[in-house]
């Protein structure tokens, strides 16, 4: 199993990237994909997921409104359109396969990506 992050990249506040995390190896309709990031010096956290059709999504308070999370399960890719980004945004990103729990804390996941870095310059 792969999950293949990338899309990363420098801008500056205000600006938008978009995440592409592509996926082998599974059944990528059975997953639940989320985004989640982690910045130097701070634990993991979640940004974004969403369900295994497509039709639900969940998003942190802190990107509401600024990110999207979307799939596409034809071509087993998860995407994440940043807009509006800020220096707070800046960390590693991470796609993770959910089997099912729904969990915020990424814990119970099966698979992980590598990580894309991103980095907002004010």
């Known amino acids: 199993v792969q999950l293949q992050a990338s899309g990363g990249g420098s801008v500056q506040a205000g600006g938008s990237l978009r995440l592409s995390c592509a996926a082998s190896?599974?059944?990528?309709?059975?997953?639940?994909m989320a985004w989640f990031r982690q910045a130097p010096g701070k634990e993991r956290e979640f940004v974004a997921r969403?369900?295994?059709?497509?039709?639900?999504?969940d998003y942190s308070d802190s990107v509401k409104g600024r990110f999207t999370i979307s799939r596409d399960n034809a071509k087993n890719t998860v995407a994440l359109q940043m807009n509006n980004l800020k220096p707070e945004d800046t960390a590693w990103y991470y796609c993770?396969?959910?089997?099912?729990?729904?969990?915020?804390?990424?814990?119970?996941?099966?698979?992980w990506g590598q990580g894309t870095q991103v980095t907002v310059s004010s």
């Open positions: 969403i369900s295994r059709s497509g039709g639900t999504t």
């Open positions: 190896g599974l059944t990528f309709s059975r997953y639940v």
């Open positions: 993770g396969a959910d089997p099912g729990t729904w969990s915020y804390t990424g814990t119970s996941y099966d698979y």
